[in-house]
């Protein structure tokens, strides 16, 4: 074999196993997502998660080490999954009632699917335990991620930053707000709907007059 021959197929191998292990990685994952879907988060186990990856538990541990590892990476997943849905929204080119409609209906498709439901179960089984540590890291990401965000897509609004903020906080808390309802089934699709569009209006209400010429 010769030596770019041997060069090549290290190459390969080395792709091969960086892919085996994102899959690996990603069943893992999606097994969470669909067990706390399905069964809720306290029969979510270990058991539960391994059995729906199809892998061993032995192999999960590989990849995250033990059961919280599992649950933090489904949270940064979420949250990257939050993230992409948005990037698309662009300032240039886009009136700004167009952009706040983009912004709002991306974000509850992730507030309103199964991929949210489990993240808040896990931050709430966090939340109610000694390790609080991921739930505040979480969410400090998140916030962090809502503001560049924001300031992407609302990078014509001169509007103070405390001002921002807290429209920032008024719409996640409208859109966890009506996921959970949606959680304990009293969801009524034309409530959301008309609460959708409030938050629509309030927001460009608050941007309008702030918009550049």
Do not use: C
Not at 138 to 151: G, K, L, P, Y
């Amino acid at each position: 074999m010769t030596q770019a021959v041997r060069k090549h197929s290290d190459r390969v191998q080395r792709r091969s196993h960086a892919e085996r292990t994102a899959e690996t990685r990603r069943k893992i994952i999606d097994a969470v997502v669909d067990s706390i879907s399905d069964v809720g988060f306290q029969n979510t186990t270990a058991a539960e998660i391994v059995r729906r990856a199809g892998v061993t538990w032995g192999a999960a541990q590989h990849h995250f080490g033990d059961k919280d590892g599992i649950l933090i990476a489904v949270l940064e997943d979420s949250f990257g999954h939050f993230a992409r849905r948005l990037d698309d929204i662009n300032q240039k080119g886009t009136s700004l009632e167009k952009r706040i409609d983009l912004f709002i209906d991306r974000a509850w498709e992730h507030f309103g699917g199964a991929e949210y439901r489990s993240t808040f179960e896990i931050l709430l089984n966090f939340a109610g335990s000694d390790q609080s540590q991921p739930e505040s890291v979480w969410q400090s990401e998140m916030s962090q991620a809502w503001q560049r965000i924001w300031t992407r897509i609302f990078s014509d609004v001169q509007i103070k930053r405390q001002r921002a903020r807290l429209l920032q906080q008024y719409t996640v808390s409208v859109l966890t707000g009506l996921a959970s309802t949606q959680m304990l089934g009293k969801a009524n699709t034309q409530d959301n709907l008309d609460q959708l569009k409030l938050v629509k209006d309030t927001l460009y209400r608050e941007l309008r007059d702030q918009s550049k010429k």
